[in-house]
């Protein structure tokens, strides 16, 4: 979630926020340390802490701290089950610090760094006092003894081919969820007027697309025609940064886009990559809408098997934690 830019903005239009961090968290908890949520003065909110009376209890005390013009940062441990009567079995300890336009400065220094990629801070919170950051260099640790955050980490990168009826349907199904997403169609006329705030539309040609594209972007090809899918769908496959290449349509689709691949010289190793039909097997629906959400679905799946399967071997096995209490 985007954190120090949404807090310059939260601090420009309403003259103060908070912000809510989950700064650790054990055994079985709704969210993982790290996760932050902002509340404005009025007790609206961007982003979550995992819901609950967890949650409900953390905005009480920020839009308190807001009232108060509290200065200092306010810690909270809590065990889940005794403390607050969740059944999650956890344990979380949040940190609660509140901003005004005094802070302007350190604030637009983090949001300039945060537009600018992945970043993370050495962090001091000492007691009855204010939460301390230094923005740390690139590859740099914070000093023994203190503790380190990390934001502006980029979210998995969809790169979509087709603004037809699926096309349409499944960028408003992306919205809400937790990729960056860009649109390409050629055609004039063919986006609609209103873009949810991850997407980015662009009606350069693909071959340009997919020179762009971040390391790890799945390709999904869905556009009005199959000459163009299979000319997409072989760059896509072709293309090093791209970790996965889906194609909409049905196995007889995929069996003809095979051999004319194969024709074409494409590696069978590659084709075999190949994901087509899309989806999450047993949706048998065909309106847009339907077919958006498995494909989304399936998204979700491939997203956190790559992000598993990238820490595995640095953290080791990840401890389970639920998604609610």
Do not use: Y
């Amino acid at each position: 979630m985007e954190v120090w830019p949404r807090i310059e903005a939260m601090v420009e239009a309403h003259g103060a926020c908070a912000l809510v961090s989950v700064v650790s968290a054990v055994g079985s908890t709704p969210r993982e340390a790290g996760t932050c949520m902002i509340v404005r003065p009025d007790g609206a909110f961007h982003g979550t802490i995992g819901g609950g009376a967890l949650e409900w209890q953390a905005l009480a005390r920020a839009q308190a701290m807001l009232a108060r013009a509290e200065r200092a940062t306010m810690l909270v441990d809590q065990v889940l089950g005794p403390d607050l009567g969740q059944c999650c079995g956890g344990r979380v300890a949040l940190a609660i610090e509140t901003f005004d336009r005094r802070d302007r400065t350190e604030i637009a220094a983090l949001a300039a760094a945060e537009r600018a990629g992945p970043f993370g801070t050495a962090i001091d919170r000492p007691a009855g006092g204010r939460t301390v950051r230094r923005i740390l260099k690139p590859g740099a640790a914070p000093a023994a003894g203190m503790a380190g955050e990390r934001f502006g980490e980029r979210p998995p990168s969809i790169l979509l081919f087709g603004a037809g009826h699926v096309g349409r349907a499944l960028v408003l199904a992306l919205a809400p969820l937790p990729f960056r997403v860009v649109w390409c169609d050629s055609r004039p006329g063919a986006f609609p007027a209103a873009i949810p705030a991850n997407v980015t539309t662009t009606a350069a040609s693909a071959d340009a697309v997919l020179a762009a594209a971040p390391a790890g972007a799945e390709v999904l090809v869905m556009t009005h025609s199959h000459a163009l899918d299979l000319d997409i769908v072989e760059a896509a496959l072709m293309c090093a940064p791209v970790a996965g290449v889906g194609l909409i349509g049905s196995a007889t689709k995929r069996a003809r886009f095979a051999r004319q691949l194969a024709g074409r010289g494409v590696p069978a190793s590659r084709i075999a990559a190949l994901r087509c039909p899309l989806g999450l097997p047993g949706i048998g629906g065909k309106e847009p809408p339907v077919i958006a959400a498995a494909i989304a679905a399936e998204c979700l799946l491939i997203a956190e098997a790559r992000t598993k399967a990238a820490v595995a071997p640095v953290r080791g096995r990840r401890p389970t934690r639920s998604r609610s209490s």
